[in-house]
């Protein structure tokens, strides 16, 4: 049976069952084929939707244009509103569900895109917030799905690296728990994830038995896994933490040793991008100037490698997002 998720938001993988977030990542799939194929379905005709950034945004706001105007969606970039400066977040969602028919959400505070839920009364579909990134979980499972076809996704086996407290840590751990897949958490035990958040997945694994470990040992972590994943090292709004995260998360740098160590010629590296993986950037050049290196999360040659899954699922935010706004708002 495929699940109804009309008029359900988005706001993080704890509401979803098994079930329907396979089927969102099974939607995604045929979505994007049929976008390969030329074929569109309108499925978001005469739909309005409007995103709010409140955080700098490359892949998340493009992705969620081009899915709404692929499935001919019309979209508002909303910028310099009053939402929490002159008017209520409270206020801003009642008007704002008044005039669209879903709000996509990217900032700081999880409460945010709870109150634009509640309010709203439409869907919310959340692009990021300091707790979590449901829909970038979406999109690694989509290219898991894809890169892997042979293993169902219960049965793979995935190692995060690095700062195992951030927010795509965080909800990919909510979803290997609802998928019932194994997923390591290497990281320094200051870089932990949250006790909360470690007993909600605790209790999801209690019946979907998926096995999710925490460790600071490198070999243990990363052998035979089927993929590794990593993401920055200094999230939007810590930039003064750069010194720290170097110190602590120099020796889980993912490179050409760590991809050795996986026994698995055949890993993928996974990353949500933007990397520190060159001096390239504004960011990586004062890194350089500052700290005397050139890579911090992972290294050129892993980042380029034929390991290599970026800017797959960098694409796949596209896919998964359209499948979100057309389960919840559109026209099946």
Same mark, same amino acid.
């Given at each position: 049976?495929?699940?109804?998720?009309?008029?359900?938001?988005?706001?993080n993988?704890?509401?979803?069952?098994?079930?329907?977030?396979?089927?969102?990542?099974?939607?995604?799939?045929?979505l994007?084929?049929?976008?390969?194929?030329g074929?569109?379905?309108?499925?978001?005709?005469?739909?309005?939707?409007?995103?709010?950034?409140?955080?700098?945004s490359?892949?998340?706001?493009?992705?969620?244009?081009?899915?709404?105007?692929?499935?001919?969606?019309?979209?508002?970039?909303?910028?310099?509103?009053?939402?929490?400066?002159?008017?209520?977040i409270?206020?801003?969602?009642?008007?704002?569900?008044?005039?669209?028919?879903?709000?996509? %959400?990217?900032?700081?505070d999880? &409460? *945010?895109?709870e109150?634009?839920?509640?309010?709203? $009364? !439409?869907p919310?579909?959340?692009?990021?917030t300091?707790?979590?990134?449901?829909?970038?979980?979406l999109?690694?499972?989509?290219?898991?799905?894809?890169?892997?076809?042979?293993?169902?996704?219960?049965?793979?086996?995935?190692?995060?690296?690095?700062?195992?407290?951030?927010?795509?840590?965080?909800?990919?751990i909510?979803?290997?728990?609802?998928?019932?897949?194994?997923?390591?958490?290497?990281a320094?035990?200051?870089l932990?994830?949250?006790?909360?958040?470690?007993?909600?997945?605790?209790m999801?694994?209690?019946?979907?038995?998926?096995?999710?470990?925490?460790?600071?040992?490198?070999?243990?972590?990363?052998?035979d896994?089927?993929?590794? %994943?990593?993401?920055?090292?200094? &999230? *939007?709004?810590?930039?003064?933490?750069f010194?720290? $995260? !170097?110190?602590?998360l120099?020796?889980?740098q993912?490179?050409?040793m760590?991809?050795?160590?996986?026994?698995?010629?055949?890993?993928?590296?996974?990353?949500?991008?933007?990397?520190?993986?060159?001096?390239?950037?504004?960011?990586?050049?004062?890194?350089?100037?500052?700290?005397?290196?050139k890579?911090?999360?992972v290294?050129?040659?892993?980042?380029?490698?034929?390991?290599?899954?970026?800017?797959?699922?960098?694409?796949?935010?596209?896919?998964?997002?359209?499948a979100?706004?057309?389960?919840?708002?559109?026209?099946?």
């Open positions: 049976m495929v699940p109804n998720l009309k008029g359900r938001s988005f706001l993988l704890e509401d979803f069952t098994k079930e329907e977030i396979l089927y969102l990542i099974e939607l995604s799939a045929n994007k084929a049929n976008k390969k194929s074929i569109r379905s309108h499925s978001l005709k005469g739909k309005n939707i409007v995103i709010i950034f409140d955080k700098p490359t892949r998340t706001r493009c992705a969620f244009e081009v899915a709404a105007y692929d499935e001919g969606g019309n979209i508002t970039f909303l910028s310099n509103s009053h939402i929490g400066l002159k008017e209520s409270e206020d801003t969602a009642i008007v704002l569900g008044r005039m669209y028919d879903g709000i996509g %959400y990217r900032g700081y999880h &409460s *945010i895109v109150d634009l839920a509640q309010y709203s $009364r !439409i919310v579909w959340n692009g990021l300091d707790q979590q990134h449901p829909t970038q979980t999109a690694t499972f989509l290219t898991l799905k894809e890169k892997l076809p042979n293993k169902p996704l219960n049965k793979l086996k995935l190692v995060f690296v690095g700062d195992g407290s951030n927010n795509v840590c965080t909800s990919l909510i979803g290997c728990a609802k998928l019932g897949m194994q997923i390591n958490i290497l320094p035990q200051q932990y994830p949250d006790k909360e958040l470690i007993k909600k997945a605790n999801i694994t209690s019946y979907t038995h998926a096995n999710i470990n925490y460790t600071s040992n490198i070999a243990e972590a990363v052998k896994v089927d993929a590794i %994943y990593t993401d920055v090292w200094v &999230s *939007i709004g810590e930039e003064e933490k010194e720290e $995260r !170097i110190k602590l120099t020796q889980f993912v490179n050409k760590m991809i050795e160590k996986t026994n698995n010629n055949d890993v993928l590296f996974m990353h949500c991008l933007p990397a520190y993986h060159d001096i390239k950037t504004k960011v990586g050049l004062e890194v350089y100037n500052k700290y005397g290196i890579e911090m999360e290294t050129d040659e892993v980042f380029r490698s034929n390991n290599s899954t970026v800017f797959d699922e960098a694409e796949n935010r596209v896919h998964t997002i359209k979100l706004m057309v389960a919840t708002i559109g026209c099946l």
